[in-house]
T-cell receptor
Framework: QKEVEQNSGPLSVPEGAIASLNCTYS??????FFWYRQYSGKSPELIMS????GDKEDGRFTAQLNKASQYVSLLIRDSQPSDSATYLC????????????FGTGTRLKVLA | SQTIHQWPATLVQPVGSPLSLECTVE??????LYWYRQAAGRGLQLLFY??????ISSEVPQNLSASRPQDRQFILSSKKLLLSDSGFYLC????????????FGPGTRLTVT
């Protein structure tokens, strides 16, 4: 069973702090990795994609990928109350089925 | 960029009634299309995906079915709804051949009573 594991949280951070969200995956052949933000009652919104080992920065968000450790993380700098949401990690299934495996999400609370 | 439309936005249906949810995609051709269900407080469950017209792969052997009558149209159906079919139904799209980002529609919230 291919899996993506995330800590369900809630992860509480004060406003202005760095929030660190982590994800591990079991499918060693996965090549594409994604972070989604999902507000309560809304659909997931893609915020970052990463395909190569290392860091990728986009504004206040940095995605980090370590394929050897099968680990993906998302850092949110200068966290704002509006960042409070559930963050989903997703990876593509390596078997060429065009499927994506989603974690169950980490709930982030940014405290004002 | 892709835009995904879903309707209806909310639906309340009695047990045993039929279901038809529709999804259409703009801004890309020959997309890979997906139906997911998200139960309250739970993760995303892949129900069906399609890599082309008439090509449907089923992940969940339940009372649901999917069809893709046109390149950018994906339909989720049921002949008789169960209470367990309640949830948030999401259509998603990925551009064929990459990039591989998957985008979601606004979703349909289904309550079976």
């Amino acid at each position: 069973q291919k899996e993506v594991e995330q800590n369900s949280g809630p992860l509480s951070v004060p406003e202005g702090a760095i929030a660190s969200l982590n994800c591990t995956y079991s499918d060693r052949g996965s090549q594409s990795f994604f972070w989604y933000r999902q507000y309560s009652g809304k659909s997931p919104e893609l915020i970052m994609s990463i395909y190569s080992n290392g860091d990728k920065e986009d504004g206040r968000f940095t995605a980090q990928l370590n394929k050897a450790s099968q680990y993906v993380s998302l850092l949110i700098r200068d966290s704002q109350p509006s960042d409070s949401a559930t963050y989903l990690c997703a990876v593509n299934e390596a078997s060429g089925t065009y499927k994506y495996i989603f974690g169950t999400g980490t709930r982030l609370k940014v405290l004002a | 960029s892709q835009t995904i439309h879903q309707w209806p936005a909310t639906l309340v249906q009695p047990v045993g009634s039929p279901l038809s949810l529709e999804c259409t995609v703009e801004g890309t051709s020959n997309p890979n299309l997906y139906w997911y269900r998200q139960a309250a407080g739970r993760g995303l469950q892949l129900l069906f995906y399609s890599v082309g017209i008439g090509q449907i792969s089923s992940e969940v052997p339940q009372n649901l079915s999917a069809s893709r009558p046109q390149d950018r149209q994906f339909i989720l159906s049921s002949k008789k709804l169960l209470l367990s079919d309640s949830g948030f139904y999401l259509c998603a799209s990925t551009s064929a051949g990459g990039p591989y980002e998957q985008y979601f529609g606004p979703g349909t919230r289904l309550t079976v009573t």
